[in-house]
């Protein structure tokens, strides 16, 4: 049984870093791994996915050029690195494992969130 634990959320400045860690318990080591945010009223988006091996990666264009999302497979491990934050990064933030290696197929595994905040 997979269990993903996130932690690294908080309060922060806009302009400021924040680094969220997911802790995977069980096999995910072949699954593609994301990360996913939502706000109230508003659908889960997915902001960052990497690939099985950790070879690719996708971003949302939103957070392209500020976030990179990074894996250990070794440690069963998954960061996201959040520089420069908006107002708008605001969110809870949810880490996903898939079923299978490719970040196209379907999330099976969900985190319970970690909240960030960012203030402008």
């Known amino acids: 049984q997979v269990h993903l634990t996130e932690s690294g959320g908080g309060l922060v400045q806009a302009g400021g870093s924040l680094n969220l860690s997911c802790v995977a318990t069980?096999?995910?080591?072949?699954?593609?791994m994301a990360w996913f945010r939502q706000v109230p009223g508003k659908e889960r988006e997915r902001v960052a996915a990497?690939?099985?091996?950790?070879?690719?990666?996708e971003y949302a264009a939103a957070v392209k050029g500020r976030f990179t999302i990074s894996r250990d497979n070794t440690k069963g491990t998954v960061t996201l690195q959040m520089n420069a934050l908006k107002a708008e990064d605001t969110g809870l933030y949810y880490c996903?494992?898939?079923?299978?290696?490719?970040?196209?197929?379907?999330?099976?595994?969900w985190g319970q969130g970690t909240q960030v905040t960012v203030s402008s």
């Open positions: 069980g096999n995910t080591q072949s699954a593609a």
């Open positions: 990497i690939s099985w091996r950790g070879a690719t990666t």
């Open positions: 996903a494992g898939y079923l299978g290696g490719s970040y196209y197929g379907s999330v099976i595994h």
